[in-house]
């Protein structure tokens, strides 16, 4: 099955395990600065998630990684030191003209990868394959396929939108940005995931 080759969003990746993490904290913290962001998810017993991103405009590897996460504080520099394999990679999307061929289906990024700004990705994937088996349980394939397209499209788009649209605020210097999250960040959380509620 051919499509649409992966295009770049200009921004960067890495993830990595770290130790050290206070063990009082187990809420997951946010650190944005100009155009890099830091977020980390504590595992428990002193381990944390952690997921960077960078904004580089051509989406190449910019270096060593480290350097770009500088300024976030204390806590966070004693993590970079404990980091344990760091993966990096280049954020791209993925936007096939269409997901099934025949008796194949692409399903998840494979069909659709976008940014994780949404925090999407993996339930977007369980939520195609529960579409898929409803609509198969209901239509023959070949009426099947293109229904379950049609049905998921709408939803897609617009997650894929969404996303677009938070990735494009990572440019807004600090004083503009901590002013709008301030006066709008938990209805835009909110109105961010409002479609989301109702099944497709």
Not at 39 to 66: I, K
Not at 146 to 174: H, N
């Amino acid at each position: 099955m051919s499509g649409t080759e992966p295009r770049s969003t200009g921004r960067w990746c890495w993830h990595f395990i770290a130790e050290g993490w206070d063990g009082d904290d187990d809420t997951w913290h946010a650190r944005l600065a100009t155009g890099r962001s830091l977020v980390t998810m504590p595992l428990g017993d002193g381990s944390v998630y952690c997921y960077a991103d960078l904004t580089t405009g051509n989406g190449r590897e910019p270096g060593d990684w480290r350097n770009y996460l500088e300024g976030f504080g204390k806590p966070i520099d004693d993590l970079l030191a404990q980091a344990g394999q760091v993966y990096g990679t280049a954020i791209t999307e993925v936007d096939q003209p269409y997901v099934s061929l025949s008796r194949t289906v692409l399903v998840g990024d494979a069909a659709h990868a976008m940014s994780p700004s949404m925090a999407h990705g993996v339930a977007l994937a369980v939520e195609d394959a529960q579409v898929l088996a409803e609509t198969l349980s209901s239509l023959p394939v070949e009426k099947a396929l293109p229904a379950y397209e049609q049905r998921q499209a709408p939803r897609i788009a617009w997650i894929r939108a969404q996303t677009r649209r938070r990735d494009s605020t990572r440019g807004l210097t600090a004083v503009v940005r901590d002013k709008v999250l301030r006066l709008t960040g938990r209805r835009m959380a909110v109105a961010g995931k409002r479609a989301l509620l109702a099944m497709p």
